[in-house]
């Protein structure tokens, strides 16, 4: 039995689909993938399910009516998995920003290690982006410095959507809860599982922006993460936040 599920979310990745799940298939550690597409305009879901008779034992899908917002998808997977008996839940996109071959170092540091997440962390050792204008980057590792300021949680890549969760550690989150769609999401999972006192490690990886595809990044994502962390955190203060 499959113990780790790799939950990829989808809205128009044709161009990369068919390679990420061939790459994530070939690792000599076995993983299952669930890939929750949001009604994908260029065919997406299509090829999704051409791949499936290939591999019918590894590769699941879950069809969405809309574009519902990346942690609605995860929240969707998430639940799939629970409903199952995966023991390690991974996070991460389908444009190759996330390598596929550390998806074994995240196993390994929440399956042979005591960590109850693990992190693909591009600031924990630097910075390590590559073909990201310089705006972007300074955007991206400033956003991280002030989450972790405002949070208090000792993780330097407070945005990073690569993680493994053990099955514990979303057993334990409150999925109907989670407040955010966007990529605020990242954060508020990552909070939440801080206050629960799980052990958070940050493995660091190489994060390559999209060579195919477009980019799902808008102002409005940003302004739910600025605005949103510190509603977050006051909340948190008050005990009014329910993890």
Not at 194 to 209: A, G, Q, R
Request: aromatic share 12%; net charge neutral.
């Amino acid at each position: 039995m499959v113990d780790a599920l790799v939950i990829i979310p989808t809205y128009n990745e044709i161009e990369n689909v068919e390679r990420i799940i061939k790459n994530v298939l070939a690792l000599q550690r076995d993983f299952n993938i669930l890939v929750v597409d949001d009604n994908s305009p260029d065919g997406t879901a299509g090829k999704i399910k051409e791949l499936q008779e290939e591999y019918p034992e590894h590769l699941f899908l879950v069809e969405r009516k809309g574009k519902l917002g990346l942690g609605t998808a995860y929240i969707t997977g998430f639940k799939w998995a629970l409903e199952r008996s995966y023991e390690y839940i991974f996070e991460m996109d389908a444009d190759f920003s996330h390598n596929p071959n550390d998806l074994i170092r995240l196993y390994n540091a929440c399956a042979k290690g005591t960590s109850h997440v693990a992190i693909g962390s591009r600031y924990v050792t630097g910075v390590n982006v590559v073909n990201w204008p310089m705006s972007r980057v300074l955007l991206s590792w400033l956003a991280s410095k002030y989450v972790r300021f405002i949070t208090g949680m000792d993780i330097h890549d407070t945005t990073a959507g690569f993680i493994c969760y053990r099955r514990e550690v979303l057993e334990k989150i409150n999925l109907d809860k989670i407040k955010f769609v966007g990529y605020a999401f990242q954060i508020e999972m990552k909070f939440k599982a801080y206050l629960s006192k799980f052990k958070i490690k940050e493995v660091p990886v190489v994060f390559t922006d999209r060579t195919r595809g477009t980019s799902k990044m808008s102002k409005g994502i940003i302004s739910e993460a600025i605005f949103g962390v510190l509603r977050m955190k006051l909340e948190s203060l008050f005990n009014s936040y329910e993890i």
